[in-house]
């Protein structure tokens, strides 16, 4: 015979209990790695409710995460330690090429004064039964490297494990998405939902990921705070880094239109944009690093001026980057944003090769000292490009 006051207290408990683990802060997104670099890596992850944060920070060796007090690497800004849902910690002065690993920590805030405050709970990435994170620094002296590049997902997050599958994205040193991740940038779900929590769940939390700005990324409520989740510790959203024998360089093309178009509300200044970074662009092909690398590749979104019909976007772009580029020895500048593929081998007005990927296909490709091989496969498995670059310098 049921107890009908026990079965009452039980239900009750087991209430509690579920909404406990519902109401309990916890990190809600993440983590990924940004700007990995031969010392440096950056990683982000969010909250559900504002907090501190920190990464704790272990060798890749024998010894247990938690046998001793792991180094605490702050999340802070100005010498105050940061309450944000939304947290990035810069880790500097590490050794190249050497694996780390790590667990990221926050402690919800529930009310910071000027004189005493009150914290909450504690969430983490537990590691008792399982491995922890880690990532690799870069190498630049690796003798090969392996990429691969999406573009123009537009938020079908599936296509990130279905096409990675194709080209066997486990075993790639890093990943690159080149632009158009989302339609429009109208909440933070939209960055985590539509697409970073399927990256994590696959690769970038342990994974080298580089994120090339597209023209969509700038639309919407959210836009101008983009760059808080990506590259959130360095100055721009325009980059350089080099694995093994690839120098690369990322542009950030900004919008396909002119800046007074009305679609844009008056909130675009991408004329003035573009042109800060061609100065710094010259700046980079000077660099000993760019002028001793084996190969030299350019990802942006927007690919330049290439028919007659051209958008203004691309038009800046012939007109402030290529310059720059075509003094340069560049090897493979490879874009997105026009939905379809094509190729365009080097001429007298762009002296370099242009791959342009279509938003239902991978670039995958893999470099030694001798050649850089690169390939595009489609969502149906079919490869649609494949082409072999002897090394040039």
């Keep these: ?138 190498n630049p002296q690796k003798p090969e490297t392996s990429f691969m590049v999406y573009n123009d997902v537009h938020e079908h997050s599936y296509l990130l494990e279905k096409l990675g599958k194709l080209v066997d994205y486990q075993n790639r040193d890093m990943v690159i998405f080149n632009g158009d991740m989302m339609n429009f940038f109208s909440h933070d779900s939209t960055f985590f939902h539509g697409f970073m929590d399927e990256a994590v769940r696959l690769f970038a939390a342990e994974k080298p990921v580089y994120y090339v700005r597209g023209n969509h990324e700038t639309r919407g409520p959210v836009a101008e705070y983009f760059h808080d989740y990506v590259c959130p510790r360095q100055p721009n959203l325009y980059f350089t880094w080099q694995q093994g024998p690839i120098f690369f360089i990322a542009l950030d093309t900004g919008e396909d239109k002119p800046d007074d178009d009305i679609e844009y509300s008056g909130f675009t200044d991408y004329d003035n944009y573009r042109s800060e970074q061609a100065l710094w662009l010259k700046d980079v092909v000077k660099s000993d690093a760019f002028r001793k690398a084996k190969y030299r590749i350019v990802i942006e979104h927007i690919p330049p001026a290439i028919d007659a019909d051209a958008w203004h976007g691309s038009l800046e772009v012939s007109q402030k980057f290529v310059p720059i580029l075509n003094n340069a020895g560049i090897d493979l500048m490879i874009c997105g944003h026009t939905h379809s593929f094509s190729y365009h081998p080097e001429n007298q007005n762009m002296r370099f090769p242009i791959l342009i990927n279509s938003n239902h296909g991978v670039v995958a490709a893999e470099a030694n000292t001798e050649q850089l091989h690169v390939k595009i496969v489609d969502v149906n498995g079919k490869k649609t490009f494949e082409k072999i670059y002897p090394c040039k310098h």
């Design 1 to 138: 015979m049921i107890n009908h006051q026990n079965y009452r207290l039980l239900a009750t408990a087991i209430l509690f209990l579920t909404f406990q683990s519902l109401s309990a802060f916890k990190i809600v997104h993440g983590p990924y790695l940004q700007n990995v670099g031969t010392t440096e890596v950056t990683i982000v992850w969010e909250t559900d409710a504002p907090s501190t944060g920190w990464v704790e920070l272990a060798p890749d060796d024998s010894t247990d995460f938690y046998a001793i007090s792991r180094p605490r690497i702050l999340d802070t800004s100005i010498g105050i330690v940061r309450t944000s849902k939304l947290h990035a910690v810069r880790l500097l002065s590490l050794q190249p090429n050497t694996v780390y690993r790590y667990r990221v920590v926050s402690h919800e805030v529930k009310d910071r004064g000027a004189y005493s405050s009150q914290y909450g709970s504690y969430a983490t990435d537990f590691i008792y039964h399982m491995p922890a994170k880690h990532f690799r620094t870069l």
